[in-house]
């Protein structure tokens, strides 16, 4: 008697494993469609263009679309010079210093000729950014500080432009 329940649990967590990979396909769909409506619904400024495309020439790929890491507003890939901004970012009026952020690991990428190291900014850590990189490991932090500052300034853009010219 026991054995015809095993099959019907067996059924059941077949019936539920394809329901899962049904809403995992489908999710994905939704997803892409998400992306290319709030990509296309907030234009790029002109000094994100200018920047996206200085980063082009330095021969990285700046994808505007979601990161392959769950959470994440921006990442980069440093081995395959990719990056990517998550959509959202556009709508939460923070593209901009998401790509500046991607921008400092590129040229910091660029300097190191491999992992992410810092480049070793003389430019003070604000206020505002200090909460966010201490939550990192010592290595880590001082790479995200030099991020998280760069973002925060209001040249930001051209300074980013600057280190990526200078160390790519």
Request: glycine content about 6%.
């Amino acid at each position: 008697m026991q054995y015809p329940h095993r099959l019907q649990v067996l059924h059941r967590l077949s019936i539920l494993g394809l329901a899962i990979l049904i809403f995992v396909v489908l999710r994905g769909g939704l997803e892409e469609q998400l992306t290319r409506a709030e990509t296309g619904a907030i234009a790029p400024a002109p000094d994100f263009q200018k920047l996206q495309n200085i980063l082009t020439q330095h021969n990285f790929q700046v994808h505007l679309k979601i990161p392959p890491r769950a959470g994440a507003y921006g990442l980069i890939q440093p081995k395959t010079k990719t990056i990517w901004i998550h959509p959202l970012t556009f709508r939460l009026g923070i593209a901009r210093q998401t790509l500046i952020h991607e921008a400092v690991h590129a040229a910091q990428t660029c300097y190191s000729q491999g992992p992410l190291l810092p480049i070793g900014l003389d430019v003070p850590i604000s206020k505002q950014a200090r909460p966010h990189f201490l939550r990192y490991h010592q290595f880590r932090r001082h790479v995200e500080a030099e991020a998280l500052t760069v973002q925060g300034l209001p040249n930001g853009v051209d300074y980013a432009i600057e280190l990526l010219n200078e160390h790519c």
